[in-house]
């Protein structure tokens, strides 16, 4: 069984062609706006080339990686068009590292140039590359660029994962597939040319990056802001009357919550997720609060990007559905000897398509395990360690990752399972399981006033007995990665002290 979207995309081979078409057919529209002023799709054009003519008198040449450090601000599109230009892979570095990560992360990158805010650089550690202040990148003289040095079987992105679950890595993102996911979510999402696009998400995470693809290709307007600032967030998009809202279930919740106090914004037309599911409780707050909107629950991984996309509140009839393949790819369940499973039978989420990257930087070994060929289609293909099933129409569910899976008292089950069950008890408000590890059992953290033993007591009347957590711990607030993802190694240092008593 494989989800199939069989739909040709047209791709232009490089991400360079998608600002180069809008600039085509609307150079006077709004691109891209952030807290200081806007640019429309020439200025940003101009200030592309402006990043592309600093790199090369930098000495940066095609086929080297460009580290950029800033938070969310509207010089970020031309630099990643700049780069793109010069022939170098842009390696978006997240603004949340230490600097023991920051440190590592561009000693394995190996930059040849750093761009930084002027007031950011300071922050930075020491370097062997040139570090240019983006103020004065984008300012410079356009013209001496040169041609366009991008290839589509060149590496456009160098994006490390979050390292939630292991050591960052490095997924190389050749062009080709970086321009053919971009066309292939928008095939899907139907931005639109009268879109404002809010953004909070960091540029270090995909989900925030691709979202200035996605943009230029509807001709739509970019508005960047900071989600570590919902009070901000929330402003902007009022002020800006955003009408798509890229968000993970934490942003959801604080914009709810804020959103409430004041008129329903009902210019936000949709809600897209991804990173960690919403629960039901997320999604029918949000249609409550922003009431002319749809929510659009997906799925995706770095190392392909996107997978699935749902249709707009597809959950109201298939409930836990991140929707069905991408068009021009495939999503295939396999059981752990690699042969395919029926419709509704669990097993491991593998995706073919021209979508997939090319593996890790510097890691052969962990990119054979991770990247093959499809058997079938000789097509790129990822392994992608999460677990889930599809149904008969081709819709995936995803149950979590391999790190989420384990068997308690002779019943497998995963972290996932039990979260959505939690969501579903009255009166909590986000929950999350800890799986047992060592001398500690199954936990559970949720953000709820009701006590510890009614949580528990209502997991009882959802859950057999093998998955009712051992422990329930009460907690203000879930830890959080930067990307927006639950931070469970931190959430078990909180919830575990040595006597791993319950709280």
């Not at 739909?7 to 006077?28: C, E, K, M, Q």
């Not at 993102?173 to 139907?190: E, G, K, M, N, S």
């Not at 677990?387 to 002779?410: N, T, V």
Request: with cysteine.
């Amino acid at each position: 069984m494989a989800a199939v979207t069989p739909a040709p995309v047209t791709t232009a081979g490089s991400v360079t062609a998608v600002l180069d078409d809008a600039v085509r057919a609307t150079p006077h529209a709004p691109a891209v706006r952030d807290a200081t002023g806007a640019w429309t799709y020439a200025e940003l054009d101009t200030a592309a080339r402006s990043v592309t003519h600093s790199l090369i008198r930098a000495g940066v040449r095609p086929g080297d990686r460009v580290a950029l450090h800033s938070r969310n601000r509207r010089e970020l599109p031309a630099v990643l068009f700049g780069a793109a230009r010069a022939g170098a892979a842009l390696v978006p570095l997240s603004p949340h590292l230490p600097p023991a990560g920051l440190s590592s992360v561009l000693a394995d990158a190996v930059p040849a140039a750093l761009l930084a805010p002027a007031d950011g650089r300071s922050a930075l550690p020491t370097v062997d590359c040139p570090v240019i202040s983006l103020e004065d990148a984008v300012s410079g003289p356009a013209q001496g660029s040169g041609p366009d040095a991008a290839s589509p079987d060149g590496t456009a992105l160098l994006i490390y994962t979050s390292g939630s679950t292991a050591a960052p890595k490095g997924v190389v993102c050749p062009h080709r597939a970086v321009d053919f996911a971009a066309r292939a979510i928008a095939a899907r999402l139907d931005y639109r040319a009268d879109d404002v696009i809010l953004v909070g998400s960091p540029m270090s995470f995909d989900y925030g990056l691709y979202q200035i693809l996605l943009s230029a290709l509807a001709g739509a307007e970019l508005v960047l802001t900071d989600a570590d600032d919902p009070i901000g967030m929330l402003r902007t998009l009022r002020a800006s009357r955003a009408t798509v809202v890229p968000i993970v279930p934490s942003t959801a919740r604080m914009l709810v919550r804020l959103a409430r106090r004041g008129e329903p914004p009902r210019h936000v037309r949709m809600f897209t997720n991804t990173g960690a599911a919403l629960t039901a409780a997320d999604i029918e707050a949000l249609r409550t609060t922003f009431p002319c909107s749809a929510v659009v629950s997906m799925y995706g991984i770095t190392e392909c990007k996107r997978v699935t996309v749902a249709g707009p509140d597809a959950d109201r009839e298939r409930p836990g559905t991140v929707g069905t393949a991408l068009p021009g790819t495939t999503v295939r369940i396999l059981d752990e000897a690699g042969r395919p499973v029926g419709p509704g039978e669990p097993g491991r989420i593998v995706v073919s398509g021209p979508h997939v990257m090319s593996g890790y930087r510097g890691a052969p070994e962990l990119t054979a395990e991770r990247f093959d060929r499809d058997p079938e289609s000789g097509e790129p293909r990822l392994h992608t360690g999460d677990y889930g099933h599809l149904d008969a129409d081709g819709h995936l569910y995803f149950h979590g990752r391999r790190d989420d899976q384990f068997k308690r008292r002779g019943v497998r089950t995963s972290a996932i399972e039990i979260e959505t069950a939690a969501a579903g008890v009255a009166g909590v408000r986000a929950a999350a399981a800890l799986p047992p590890e060592g001398e500690y059992d199954l936990e559970l953290a949720v953000v709820t006033d009701r006590s510890a033993d009614a949580v528990l007591a209502g997991l009882r009347e959802l859950l057999e007995p093998g998955k009712v957590p051992a422990r329930c711990h009460l907690v203000e607030d879930l830890p959080l990665t930067p990307n927006g993802k639950t931070d469970k190694k931190r959430l078990r240092e909180l919830v575990q002290p040595e006597t791993g008593s319950a709280q």
